[in-house]
């Protein structure tokens, strides 16, 4: 397994499915499941009955998780999907954006 592309704290951009076109934080990253947990995309209901720990039960909202095929990093110029690439810049290794070449803070 070669360095991450995606990391926590990324804005990526999501390629297909239900949520196609969002955009969203990178809350989590599951390498072993080549999965991403995403802000605000994906969401699933769960509908809770009333307990003692939540006497009032009600629909929670939680992000599930979403292949990491699914998603591509936003472009820091202009917010479009991009791949990534990795460069050597002043002996450190950096992430650059494809499309635009500009480098990936992460």
Same mark, same amino acid.
């Given at each position: 397994?070669?360095?991450? +592309?995606? +990391?926590?704290?990324?804005?990526?951009?999501?390629?297909?499915?239900?949520?196609?076109?969002?955009?969203?934080?990178?809350?989590?990253?599951?390498?072993?499941?080549? +999965?991403?947990?995403?802000?605000?995309?994906?969401?699933?209901?769960?509908?809770?009955?009333?307990?003692?720990?939540?006497?009032?039960?009600?629909?929670?909202?939680?992000?599930?998780?979403?292949?990491?095929?699914?998603?591509?990093?936003?472009?820091?110029?202009?917010?479009?999907?991009?791949?990534?690439?990795?460069?050597?810049?002043?002996? +450190?290794?950096?992430?650059?954006?494809?499309?635009?070449?500009?480098?990936?803070?992460?």
């Amino acid at each position: 397994m070669g360095a991450a +592309k995606i +990391k926590k704290g990324d804005t990526v951009v999501v390629l297909s499915g239900k949520d196609k076109g969002q955009t969203g934080t990178v809350q989590q990253v599951m390498p072993k499941d080549g +999965k991403v947990l995403v802000e605000g995309v994906n969401v699933m209901t769960r509908h809770r009955k009333p307990s003692q720990a939540n006497p009032q039960g009600g629909i929670d909202r939680i992000p599930a998780p979403l292949a990491i095929s699914k998603v591509a990093i936003a472009d820091p110029k202009d917010g479009k999907p991009t791949r990534v690439r990795f460069q050597t810049k002043d002996g +450190k290794k950096v992430r650059v954006a494809v499309k635009s070449g500009e480098t990936i803070d992460g």
